[in-house]
């Protein structure tokens, strides 16, 4: 689809421009992230594109995403992880159209985001550190 912008004499943004908000959570290793791209376009219908990505230690890149996603109960999701960031007994699960299903689990030692989107699903550890910050990023995004 083109973008329809205003004319000559005016200002601002396509009409149907995509306003959108990022959310990036890397693997302790670098080597693999899955986001969190919301979209609210200009009909004001809003959705999400979730994106893994995953590299080898042999150098081979493995992908997988679907850019048009109603994530299901968002707000409990982020409930559920702020409570995590401090308790790792909780289960933090997250659940979309598509079959889509991010869950974060956990112990003292190490916290592991698994995904399954269709034939890709696969599992990666986060830096402790960074959940502060993840929790925080993903209050922003759902606002």
Not at 92 to 113: C, E, M, N, P, Q
Request: with cysteine.
């Amino acid at each position: 689809m083109g973008r329809i912008w205003p004319r000559h004499s005016h200002r601002g943004r396509p009409l149907n421009a995509i306003v959108r908000r990022q959310l990036k959570i890397s693997s302790t290793d670098g080597r693999s992230w899955i986001s969190f791209d919301r979209r609210t376009y200009d009909s004001g219908y809003t959705g999400w594109a979730v994106e893994a990505v995953s590299t080898t230690s042999f150098g081979n890149t493995f992908s997988g995403g679907n850019h048009d996603l109603f994530l299901e109960h968002l707000d409990k999701f982020v409930a559920a992880f702020d409570q995590f960031v401090l308790d790792r007994s909780v289960s933090v699960r997250l659940t979309g159209t598509y079959d889509t299903v991010i869950s974060i689990v956990g112990d003292a030692s190490h916290v592991v985001l698994e995904s399954q989107k269709h034939a890709v699903c696969g599992a990666f550890e986060i830096d402790q550190e960074r959940l502060s910050g993840i929790a925080v990023g993903l209050r922003e995004l759902c606002n």
